[in-house]
């Protein structure tokens, strides 16, 4: 029996999500243009496939974008739409295959290996048709779908007939369906690596085949090699689990004008540090270790982390222990500020321990009533909006520098 694996892609997720959530004004363009401020330092998230004719595309600086698409309708990430829909989503396709894992909030991959009885021996195409309709009928979300042996492939063929299209990888033409591509087509190949393997000559994929394992060895080492190796030749080993682990959860800033004053940095520290616990509560997870990365006005990267002997999770124990790291990054290095973030990692979930005594946490260790007290936060939050409960530190201070933000590992 051979794998079979779907990845559902959502067609210009930030985008239709935008539509779904302002449908008298950006639902009635086809020029949207999802992200931040062009007066601040904002960046492109999304762009409609009509933007997209204009060269506006994901990461560039929206300044640049507007000047490309000027009459694009701009609107920012519809944070509750974008979360309401995932889950919309989800329901559907649930219905549908028992193993459903969200690869991300717009990705999402189906193990439909051994259905074939359920389905009445359909092809898998028909059936991805099937799902594909269901998800637009009720969610109002269009996504395309590719289907294969292996998770990769799925991923890649799912990008062949974006808008809403299928295109299914027959068992035994994974190779000639690979040999299409270049490799930096390939999820995993980055810029760098593109760049290795071109100046060898091998800028398809089809340049890789010949290239016995040990050359390639030699090239990239042993583990991404072999890698490499196989899935040129259309082995692709990657399955679908109900849940992926979580490595890490992390909110960072990039500000309009940089910042040097110690006491506004650790306000705006603090803001993170809150963003970020409830990121972490929301996923029923503790964390050991605590980072801050600072990006200085000249681009120059510095961050600094601390390894705690229990896990932590309320937003008190992470800012202090963040705070005394950014406090350490200052002392070697002034001058003003473009971005800062917080970041949590070494994950646990909340039943693999015991209530923390974290008693070298800067301020004291972090108690019950922390946690008491953050869940209930969580809880305000969730029923009347982010706004609802901010810390006094953050009322008095309250920047306004049109900040834009990005999530860390759920993005």
Not at 17 to 25: R, S, V
Not at 196 to 213: F, N
Not at 341 to 356: Q, W
Not at 389 to 398: D, E, F, T
């Amino acid at each position: 029996m051979h794998p079979r694996i779907l990845l559902a892609d959502c067609d210009s997720y930030f985008v239709r999500c935008a539509m779904l959530a302002d449908p008298e004004g950006a639902g009635k363009s086809d020029l949207v243009i999802v992200g931040g401020s062009a007066s601040t330092r904002g960046v492109v998230t999304s762009a409609s496939y009509g933007a997209r004719k204009f060269g506006v595309h994901a990461g560039m600086p929206m300044g640049a974008a507007i000047r490309l698409c000027p009459k694009a309708v701009v609107v920012p990430v519809p944070g509750e739409m974008v979360s309401r829909k995932h889950h919309e989503v989800r329901a559907v396709l649930d219905e549908f295959s028992p193993v459903v894992e969200a690869a991300s909030v717009d990705e999402f991959y189906l193990d439909m290996t051994g259905t074939e009885m359920l389905y009445h021996d359909e092809p898998l195409e028909a059936t991805a048709r099937r799902i594909q309709q269901a998800v637009m009928d009720r969610t109002g979300i269009s996504i395309s779908i590719g289907g294969a042996t292996g998770r990769t492939l799925a991923k890649m063929a799912a990008s062949v007939n974006k808008p809403f299209g299928v295109h299914i990888v027959p068992p035994g033409g994974e190779a000639e369906f690979m040999s299409r591509f270049e490799l930096s087509d390939i999820p995993g190949v980055g810029p760098a690596l593109a760049e290795s393997l071109r100046r060898r000559g091998a800028i398809m994929v089809r340049d890789l085949v010949p290239i016995d394992l040990p050359t390639l060895v030699s090239w990239l080492g042993d583990s991404r090699a072999e890698w490499l190796y196989r899935l040129a030749r259309g082995e692709d080993a990657g399955r679908v689990t109900t849940r992926r682990p979580q490595k890490s959860v992390s909110h960072e800033r990039t500000f309009a004008q940089d910042v040097a004053d110690p006491e506004e940095l650790e306000t705006r520290l603090m803001m993170l540090a809150v963003d970020t616990g409830a990121s972490l509560r929301a996923e029923g997870l503790r964390a050991r270790t605590v980072t801050v990365r600072v990006r200085y006005s000249d681009f120059t990267d510095k961050s600094a982390a601390r390894t705690a002997p229990d896990p932590i999770e309320s937003d008190r124990a992470i800012f202090t222990i963040a705070r005394e790291l950014l406090r350490g990054l200052l002392a070697r290095r002034g001058g003003g500020v473009r971005l800062l973030g917080v970041g949590v990692s070494k994950l646990v979930g909340d039943e693999e321990e015991d209530l923390v005594l974290f008693d070298d946490t800067p301020g004291g260790p972090e108690t019950e009533r922390d946690r008491t007290l953050a869940q209930a936060a969580d809880r305000l939050r969730g029923r009347f909006g982010k706004g609802a409960l901010i810390p006094a530190r953050i009322v008095k201070r309250s920047p306004k520098d049109g900040t834009r933000g990005r999530g860390g590992s759920q993005e």
